[in-house]
């Protein structure tokens, strides 16, 4: 177990590598990792000073024994995403940034990256949608994107207690109920669950991410009806977006109405004609 004294030390060296003062923070990173080899945040910050001083073997090393510790492991990919781009491993990196935000979808830097690194590549449109998420993330309040960190890796209480302080100044803020909402069906609370999502719904309609987790809910809830429902609802918003076709077709598949759900895979492979998902979908309607 980390101690105190380390806890200072740590904090001590993140100060040093904000500077740039990676020789130094390293001297005192390592006896911290002599007295205490798992230690998570130790190798985390020893990993990404052997990266800006282009260590990249022993970066590595300190990365693959954080990944015996499976720890944060959104962060993990994070580091491992830099650690690539630095050796100019574009394919390898794009895959550990798209990892890390699948781990965890609160990591800016990730989606960041990708939108460059796709961008350089050429792949315009994709990029565009991660572009999306960036700039989703970054108009979010920095104490609901603190949640949404916690939430992702596994601290739900944290995550609970701090997004109700927040919502306790801002009771109807539609991304906190939606949070607090996802929190509560981890927790095994769906039935709150579903009730945070329809009193956030009513506050605010034509929210698309409401809409569409209230939509998964009900379907987990084997609630087919006042799914498809909500997912006519949806489509009301915006007959053009194809994400929004592909949830109303998963819904009428779910009813058993197998042509409209195969004419809705097929509005969305009009516009995204290589979606390995709706093909799938399709091929089970």
Not at 122 to 149: E, F, H
């Amino acid at each position: 177990m980390t101690t105190s004294i380390e806890t200072l030390n740590t904090a001590s060296i993140q100060e040093k590598i904000t500077a740039g003062q990676f020789d130094q923070a390293l001297a005192e990173l390592q006896p911290i990792l002599g007295k205490d080899p798992s230690h998570a945040d130790a190798h985390y910050m020893a990993a990404v000073c052997c990266r800006y001083q282009k260590n990249h073997s022993q970066a590595q090393h300190h990365l693959d024994a954080l990944s015996e510790l499976a720890l944060d492991r959104g962060r993990l990919y994070q580091e491992q995403g830099h650690l690539y781009r630095a050796q100019s491993l574009i394919d390898r990196a794009i895959a550990a940034y798209q990892a890390a935000c699948q781990l965890n979808p609160a990591l800016i830097a990730s989606w960041q990256a990708q939108t460059e690194l796709l961008k350089a590549a050429g792949n315009v449109t994709t990029a565009k949608q991660v572009q999306v998420q960036v700039q989703y993330l970054r108009a979010m309040p920095k104490p609901l994107l603190a949640v949404t960190d916690l939430l992702w890796q596994g601290k739900l209480y944290k995550a609970e207690s701090l997004c109700k302080q927040y919502l306790q100044q801002f009771p109807t803020d539609a991304e906190a109920m939606r949070l607090l909402a996802d929190i509560a069906f981890r927790l095994g609370s769906a039935e709150e669950a579903e009730f945070l999502l329809n009193s956030a719904i009513e506050f605010h309609p034509n929210n698309a991410r409401l809409l569409i987790d209230y939509i998964t809910l009900l379907r987990q809830r084997q609630k087919f009806e006042a799914s498809m429902l909500a997912a006519e609802q949806l489509l009301k918003t915006d007959h053009k977006n194809p994400q929004f076709h592909s949830v109303y077709a998963i819904a009428k598949m779910q009813l058993g109405d197998y042509a409209e759900a195969i004419d809705g895979f097929d509005r969305v492979l009009a516009q995204l004609p290589h979606d390995a998902i709706t093909h799938t979908s399709k091929g089970h309607a």
